[in-house]
Nanobody, 124 residues
Framework: QVQLVESGGGLVQAGGSLRLSCAASGRFFSNHVMGWFRQAPGKEREFVAAINWSGSIRYYEDSVKGRFTISRDNAENKVYLQMNSLKPEDTAVYYC?????????????????WGQGTQVTVSD
């Protein structure tokens, strides 16, 4: 397993940008699919984006396509989520997750390791 720590959340006005980072420790980071999920108050945790081990395949939830970009740096054991054109409905706790797999999945139960989350709040 890898241990994950997110950073970069905060308060931003609608239309603004934030860049979330996730630092991984442990072995074989590059063997993991990495994903970002989010959970708003009173709602279930939902998939946001994922990237395969090499970075060659990326998958996004429909509402963030064209606004969010996931990337990874295997040399630094980090994964990022660049969030542009933020909307109030993007407000949530954002979680980084790792899945020991080659194929991307959007299902939270398939992910083996989770970070503690970072709060993103988008004001009107």
């Amino acid at each position: 397993q890898v241990q994950l720590v997110e950073s970069g959340g905060g308060l931003v006005q609608a239309g603004g940008s934030l860049r979330l980072s996730c630092a991984a420790s442990g072995r074989f980071f590059s063997n993991h699919v990495m994903g970002w999920f989010r959970q708003a108050p009173g709602k279930e945790r939902e998939f946001v984006a994922a990237i395969n081990w090499s970075g060659s395949i990326r998958y996004y939830e429909d509402s963030v396509k064209g606004r969010f970009t996931i990337s990874r740096d295997n040399a630094e054991n980090k994964v990022y989520l660049q969030m542009n054109s933020l909307k109030p409905e993007d407000t949530a706790v954002y979680y980084c997750a790792a899945d020991w797999a080659r194929s991307i999945t959007t299902q939270p139960l398939e992910y083996d390791s989770w970070g503690q989350g970072t709060q993103v709040t988008v004001s009107d």
